[in-house]
């Protein structure tokens, strides 16, 4: 028995219209370059970075990892804000060099509710941004324009993401320029 061929039209060519595509993508793109609004502080914000200078090191075989430092990048600070937060309390400190003053602590954390226990936190971050914001004033007075603008902020590892960004928001609000951190006391514990 033989195949018999039955007669079929040509193939149909699909043609697929980059032109309009690559017309909506560039729309979309001025779009999204034209709405794009960054916050003020994303631009305001320094930071404290190494000091830059050359590589003693040239190859990575020649590094001693033992050897101490022959400079310190410690960055001096006027003030260390203490954060310890724990489970079921939250304190905050200021410290200078000749001693800590308390600004306050919130106990009974867990108990609360989260709008509550919000609500006790932002208490304590307003008052350190008063108390950050009247030493600054007084320094500058004191100081003029020798006056420095730098705070560090010392946190335990039990602190929150949120809390801690919400310290160093306060720092910047009291008028803090160079915001930095410093190690956690229970690093190595």
């Not at 090191?57 to 001096?76: C, Y």
């Amino acid at each position: 028995m033989a195949l018999r061929h039955r007669d079929t039209e040509p193939d149909v060519i699909v043609a697929l219209p980059i032109v309009p595509m690559l017309d909506l993508s560039f729309q979309i793109l001025f779009f999204f370059i034209i709405t794009f609004n960054p916050s003020r502080a994303e631009g305001r914000m320094s930071m404290n970075l190494p000091a830059s200078g050359e590589a003693k090191a040239k190859d990575l075989n020649t590094v001693d990892l033992s050897a101490v430092p022959d400079r310190e990048l410690d960055v001096p600070s006027d003030y260390v804000v203490l954060v310890r937060s724990y489970d079921d309390s939250f304190t905050l400190s200021i410290r200078n060099a000749e001693k800590v003053d308390e600004l306050g602590s919130a106990r009974g954390l867990a108990q609360m509710s989260p709008k509550e226990r919000k609500a006790e936190i932002d208490k304590l971050l307003e008052k350190l941004r008063e108390t950050l914001g009247t030493r600054l004033k007084e320094k500058k007075e004191r100081d003029g324009d020798k006056a420095t603008d730098n705070v560090k902020i010392e946190a335990n590892s039990k602190t929150k993401y949120d809390v801690l960004v919400s310290v160093m928001d306060a720092c910047i609000r009291a008028g803090y320029s160079q915001v930095g951190f410093a190690p956690p006391p229970d690093l190595n514990q």
